[in-house]
């Protein structure tokens, strides 16, 4: 059950959430250096996440490097385990179910990696890499049916078909990640873990793969959690953006609500840094700037871990003030039309 004063999310109520994330935590262990390597203490990746991913939707993840964006996503699909927490679909927790049992669901939530170089082995052919998991899972069929199942794929990322016969290393980097989505809808998933799949490609090649992207969940019904820290990207793409600070949300909303009317400092901080294409606006905009390095994971700061960078915190609120954000840990509070924010002290702003 979501606790009381938990943000809901700000779509439509009568769409069924493909994934359901509750209280989802991963810490990993830190041992000792030494013959005998004793823990001696952990790294709070991902610190008690809880939302909706809704179908055929895209929910933008972003934040700064080192946040927890990508284990979270690797946890979604149960490649690493959770410490503690939900991951629903289907009814059955996701967290609970073995390699074994996992199988067959893989068949529905697939992932496209960050590096489209390092995820292709160059040892297969574009053909041998689409159908892998068409193989594995017993699907492939046996001659002229599993190559046109195969040229399909292709054609339907943008490939030309009779270059199935190449290696990777042949091909450029956009090429590369739409031989990745491919692959990835072989199995006809109905989620898609998007891990930052733009960040290693021109800004031009972007474009073509995030429309792409776009076209497929149209035409195909996906749902897709989207990586990403180029926020310009996520507000192209995305339906919500949820904004990660040091393992926890910080901020989710609408994406047209999250950009016009940043509530958390730490969104703001992020939106005001875009560059917008009028110099005039540009000139004249407010800019705010964060100070500092992120804290530790392995030792985050009390009450909100976000204080330490804050200006706010730094320059506008009062000692008592500070001293809640020192000792009480916000939550995520909606503040209204499926807008939430962790802050005590939120506040909307338009920055663009």
């Keep these: ?12 109520t009568d769409r069924q959430p493909v994934l359901a994330v509750h209280d989802l935590v991963k810490h990993f262990p830190v041992r000792s250096r030494g013959l005998v390597r004793r823990r001696v203490g ?49 009814g059955r927790n996701l967290v609970e179910l ?11 939530l697939q992932i496209v990696f960050q590096d489209p170089f390092a995820s292709l082995d160059p040892r297969m052919t574009v053909n041998e890499i689409v159908a892998e998991p068409l193989r594995i899972h017993g699907l492939l069929g046996s001659g002229k049916q599993a190559r046109d199942k195969v040229r399909e794929l292709l054609r339907m990322v943008g490939l030309n078909p009779e270059h199935g016969n190449r290696y990777p290393h042949e091909f450029s980097g956009g090429q590369r990640q739409r031989i990745g989505i491919a692959r990835a809808l072989a199995l006809r998933p109905k989620a898609l873990v998007l891990d930052e799949p733009v960040s290693a490609l021109d800004v031009s090649i972007q474009a073509g793969v995030i429309n792409l992207l ?42 047209e609500e999250l950009f016009t009317r940043a509530a958390h400092p730490y969104t703001q901080a992020l939106i005001s840094a875009i560059p917008l294409p009028d110099p005039r606006k540009e000139r004249s905009r407010q800019r705010i700037t964060l100070t500092g390095d992120v804290p530790s994971p392995v030792s985050p700061p009390s009450g909100c871990r976000f204080r330490t960078r804050c200006p706010k915190f730094a320059d506008v609120l009062s000692e008592d003030e500070r001293q809640k954000c020192v000792n009480e840990e916000p939550a995520l509070i909606d503040r209204g039309q499926g807008h939430a924010s962790a802050c005590h002290y939120a506040e909307a702003m338009k920055l663009v």
Excluded: W
């Excluded at 073995?98 to 529905?108: F, H, N, T, V």
């Excluded at 996906?222 to 339906?239: E, K, T």
């Excluded at 393992?247 to 994406?255: C, R």
């Design 214 to 255: 776009d076209d497929l969940q149209h035409e195909l019904g996906l749902s897709y959690l989207f990586i990403s820290h180029d926020l310009s990207v996520v507000r192209h793409i995305a339906d919500r953006v949820a904004v990660m600070y040091l393992g926890k949300i910080v901020e989710l909303a609408d994406k």
């Design 42 to 90: 952990d790294v709070h990746a991902v610190c008690g996440l809880s939302f909706d991913l809704f179908e055929n939707e895209t929910l933008g993840l972003v934040g700064e490097s080192g946040c927890g964006k990508t284990t979270t996503g690797r946890l979604l699909l149960n490649l690493i385990p959770a410490t503690s927490g939900e991951v629903v679909y289907g």
């Design 1 to 12: 059950m979501t606790a009381p004063n938990v943000a809901e999310p700000a779509v439509s």
């Design 98 to 108: 073995s390699p074994g049992q996992m199988r067959p669901l893989r068949r529905d």
